[in-house]
C-alpha cells in the first residue's frame, strides 16, 4: 500500500481522466438486490452488509489492472463498501455509499464514498487495522483517503 498526499482531483489529472465508467449511489435499503447480508452468531444483534460478488466483479471489470491487483483489489472494494455502511453511514441502510470508477489514459481511480467524517488512515495503519487496512497491505495499490471517502489509484501496466 502505498499512501498518496492527493485529492481525488489530483489523483483523476494523474490518471489522465477520460470520463466515468460508472457512478452507482448504492444503499442496502434501496439496492438490496446489491448486497448479501450477514445475521449470524457473531453479528451481536447487528445488522451487516456487504456487496455481493457479482455487483464487485462488475466493478471488477471496469479497472484494467493485473490479476494480483485484481484479486486484492475486489476485497478491497467488498470491505470499503461494508465499512462505509457500519462505520461511515452508521449502519443506516437508507443512507447513500458512491461507488465510482474513474477511467483515464494511463489508468483508473475509484472512489468509495459515504457520509461519515472519516478518520485519520495513517494513524490507524500504524495500529492494528482492519481487514481493509491489512489488505491494502498486500498491493502497490495508491490510496488517498479524503473526508468520508476512499480512494484508490491504479496505474496501467507498461
Known amino acids: 500500500m502505498v499512501f498518496a498526499d492527493l485529492s481525488y482531483i489530483d489523483m483523476l489529472k494523474r490518471i489522465g481522466f477520460r470520463g466515468y465508467a460508472r457512478q452507482d449511489f448504492i444503499s442496502p435499503d434501496r439496492n438490496p438486490?446489491?448486497?448479501?447480508?450477514?445475521?449470524?452468531?457473531?453479528?451481536?444483534?447487528?445488522?451487516?452488509?456487504?456487496?455481493?460478488?457479482?455487483?464487485?466483479?462488475?466493478?471488477?471489470?471496469?479497472?484494467?489492472?493485473?490479476?494480483?491487483?485484481?484479486?486484492?483489489?475486489?476485497?478491497?472494494?467488498?470491505?470499503?463498501?461494508?465499512?462505509?455502511?457500519?462505520?461511515?453511514?452508521?449502519?443506516?441502510?437508507?443512507?447513500?455509499?458512491?461507488?465510482?470508477?474513474?477511467?483515464?489514459?494511463?489508468?483508473s481511480a475509484l472512489r468509495i464514498s459515504d457520509t461519515g467524517k472519516g478518520h485519520d488512515y495513517k494513524t490507524r495503519t500504524s495500529q492494528r487495522g482492519g481487514t481493509a487496512t491489512r489488505l491494502m497491505e498486500l498491493t502497490d495499490i495508491?490510496?488517498?483517503?479524503?473526508?468520508?471517502?476512499?480512494?484508490?489509484?491504479?496505474?496501467?501496466?507498461?
Not at 455502511?85 to 437508507?94: T, V
Not at 495508491?142 to 507498461?158: R, T
Request: proline share 4%; aromatic share 10%; with cysteine.
Open 33 to 107: 438486490e446489491l448486497f448479501d447480508a450477514f445475521d449470524g452468531e457473531f453479528s451481536f444483534g447487528e445488522r451487516h452488509v456487504y456487496p455481493n460478488a457479482k455487483y464487485v466483479k462488475e466493478i471488477l471489470d471496469q479497472i484494467p489492472c493485473s490479476q494480483r491487483d485484481r484479486e486484492y483489489l475486489g476485497q478491497l472494494i467488498a470491505e470499503s463498501v461494508q465499512n462505509a455502511f457500519e462505520w461511515g453511514n452508521k449502519r443506516a441502510g437508507h443512507l447513500p455509499i458512491l461507488i465510482e470508477v474513474a477511467t483515464g489514459k494511463k489508468g
Open 142 to 158: 495508491e490510496v488517498a483517503p479524503e473526508k468520508g471517502s476512499i480512494n484508490f489509484k491504479i496505474m496501467h501496466e507498461n
